[in-house]
């Protein structure tokens, strides 16, 4: 008996070893499912770039310089968005509540004089307008938002703007 307990004592460090090796690949093995479904998790989750804000689905990025309404549709068109398009008084509000200056949104009447439109050929809410607008007065083609409600201005004004992007 005294030989089989020396042969144990000797091996033990080898089989403190062995299971110590077995427990560090079992917890690597366990680490990476929970790495694998933490990744699949955060890809389901969306969000907005930085510097754009979420609303109700859709991402927007108010400028902080000045172009004309050209220049802003390409500048939205090259960050795979449009420029803000207000569907409903909901959105109206929210853009409405996040800005303090007038901004060009994806509005016109360039293809049609007085047939305003969306950027995606939709019509725009009459209750959207200030008070006597769209007036055309000098040529006022393209769409803003200045105080909560759309106005209608010359395209050629540089002013900041709003894209947006579904999430």
């Known amino acids: 008996m005294g030989c ?9 460090p080898f089989i403190d ?4 090796d077995v427990q560090i690949w079992t917890d690597v093995q366990n680490l990476e499912k929970a790495f694998s479904s933490l990744r699949s998790q955060v890809c389901d989750i969306r969000s907005c770039p930085c510097d754009w804000k979420e609303f109700r689905g859709k991402c927007y990025y108010f400028s902080k310089g000045e172009r004309d309404w050209q220049k ?12 803000a398009m207000v569907k409903t008084q909901q959105e109206l ?5 996040q800005v303090s200056t007038a ?3 994806g509005l016109s009447d360039q293809e049609s004089e007085s047939n305003w439109k969306w950027l995606d050929e939709s019509s725009v809410a009459g209750s959207f307008w200030n008070p006597g607008e769209p007036n055309n007065a000098g040529e006022e083609d393209c769409g803003e938002i200045t105080a ?3 106005n ?3 395209c050629s ?8 992007k579904t999430l």
């Open 4 to 12: 089989f307990l020396n042969t144990l004592f000797a091996i033990t």
């Open 17 to 20: 070893y062995f299971l110590t």
């Open 72 to 83: 802003a549709k390409e500048f939205c068109n090259n960050q795979d968005a449009v420029l």
């Open 93 to 97: 509000n929210y853009i409405g509540s």
């Open 103 to 105: 901004h060009h949104l």
């Open 148 to 150: 909560g409600k759309l």
């Open 152 to 154: 209608d201005i010359p």
């Open 157 to 164: 004004i540089k002013q900041r703007w709003i894209c947006e």
